[in-house]
Nanobody, 115 residues
Framework: VQLQASGGGLAQPGGSQRLSCVVSGGQFVINVMGWYRQAPGKPRELVGRLNNADVYTYSDSVKGRFTVSRDNAKNAVYLEMNGLKPEDTAVYYC??????????WGKGTQVTVSS
């Protein structure tokens, strides 16, 4: 199972970005997909995730600004980020929990928010 993320880069405060992540590699069932992030000197933290029951979980720091969505037909998960702040600067990792196999992670994509 491989996760390939795309998107990210430099954004201005108040701006928007969209991250995408596609899961590939054989036959599998995914029950949770989402995003974590890790800022320099800080532990990795949950950004948002979505399970097969359409239950969303978001970090308090991004609620109302970020939206996680899934396309099950494409085994893809997306992160729409609006109202970006400098403190959102981090490496963003997509993840997927594959039934019977565990958690898989993408390599991470850098998001930098700066004027």
């Amino acid at each position: 199972v491989q996760l390939q993320a795309s998107g990210g880069g430099l954004a201005q405060p108040g701006g928007s970005q969209r991250l995408s992540c596609v899961v590939s590699g054989g036959q599998f069932v995914i029950n949770v997909m989402g995003w974590y992030r890790q800022a320099p000197g800080k532990p990795r933290e949950l950004v948002g995730r979505l399970n097969n029951a359409d239950v969303y979980t978001y970090s308090d720091s991004v609620k109302g600004r970020f939206t996680v969505s899934r396309d099950n037909a494409k085994n893809a998960v997306y992160l729409e980020m609006n109202g970006l702040k400098p403190e959102d600067t981090a490496v963003y990792y997509c993840f997927a929990h594959v039934v019977g196999r565990g958690n898989y992670w993408g390599k991470g994509t850098q998001v930098t928010v700066s004027s």
